[in-house]
């Protein structure tokens, strides 16, 4: 039996890596040296965890496993490898908290399995939250569940609206290779949003508790199901109501179509220099907007996996 100071001990870690995750993938939030080192933390964290419920692994391969049982198995076993490849990967790409293992897998790699594992920690840890929400709840009245039910069905719709904004399935699905941030968003807001993002995959997890326990009646419920139908379908219509309308890259502007470009190059130990003329007949009004026009082109970007 576990006394009760246990038990606080482990909320109270728990309740840790909740905040240190939504810390964590606020990377606009933290910057870079902070979040490393709460990387770290949130490393020896776990270690602490997986210490406090040492049990449970000692049981993996004992007695029936249930349909709850095969859930909560798999979803614990994905996520420790997806947190383990996430921890792997950072350290490897450090330059502050952990410096000497620079290097340790080819960086560019590091820096794509972090990306994608950093986002599939996030959603695991989510849905394991939510496997342990009915446990978190039972002492909660027929009413305060209800009500507890339709907060997180609405929140989650929210939170999957974000999360399809911000394109994370491009994440998970390794075919975004660097992370594009909004760093105009108040930093406060973007924890709510992380937040909101979770509390989907909580009620995923959740969701999932439900409908492979059997109820007094040794039945499994299917009524769970509505919410999470209720919160995919907020988050769905969110997006297409809310989708933001692709910019203009032709600048609308006549006056850059009609413009006449001239090139002229110097001897060879100069660059080469773009002169662009256009006649008063074209511009009826000069207006110093501060643009430039550059020619199209491609050109590298970042530094090689030598560089720090």
Not at 78 to 105: C, D, K, Q
Not at 203 to 231: F, H, I, M, R
Request: hydrophobic share 50%; charged share 15%; glycine share 8%.
């Amino acid at each position: 039996m576990q006394t009760k100071t246990t038990i606080i001990i482990k909320r109270i870690v728990d309740g840790v890596l909740t905040v240190l995750l939504l810390f964590l993938m606020a990377y606009q939030v933290t910057g870079d040296v902070l979040h490393e080192w709460l990387g770290i933390g949130m490393t020896v964290t776990l270690v602490l965890h997986h210490i406090l419920n040492r049990k449970w692994y000692k049981a993996v391969f004992k007695g029936k496993y249930s349909p709850y049982r095969i859930v909560m198995t798999a979803v614990n076993t994905l996520m420790l490898a997806a947190i383990a490849l996430t921890a792997l990967s950072g350290m490897s790409m450090s330059g502050h908290a952990v410096p000497f293992m620079y290097g340790l897998i080819n960086v560019m790699t590091a820096r794509t399995l972090h990306l994608a594992m950093s986002y599939w920690s996030f959603i695991l840890m989510g849905v394991h939250i939510g496997l342990h929400i009915k446990a978190m709840t039972a002492k909660m009245s027929d009413r305060g569940k209800v009500i507890f039910n339709v907060i997180l069905t609405g929140v989650s719709g929210v939170g999957l609206w974000l999360f399809l904004k911000s394109d994370i399935v491009k994440y998970i699905t390794f075919r975004t290779l660097f992370a594009f941030l909004d760093y105009t968003t108040a930093k406060w807001i973007v924890i709510l949003q992380n937040l909101a993002m979770l509390l989907f995959f909580v009620l995923v997890g959740y969701v999932l508790s439900e409908v492979t326990q059997k109820n007094k009646d040794k039945k499994y419920s299917v009524k769970p199901l509505v919410w999470v139908g209720c919160a995919i379908i907020i988050g769905v219509v969110m997006n297409f109501a809310l989708k933001e309308k692709s910019a203009d890259n032709s600048f609308g502007s006549s006056n850059w179509q009609n413009a006449k470009t001239t090139t002229a190059q110097t001897t060879s130990n100069q660059t080469i220099t773009a002169i662009y003329e256009t006649s008063k007949a074209e511009i009826p009004t000069a207006i110093n907007d501060g643009f430039i026009l550059i020619e199209g082109g491609s050109f590298n970007i970042g530094s090689p996996d030598s560089e720090n």
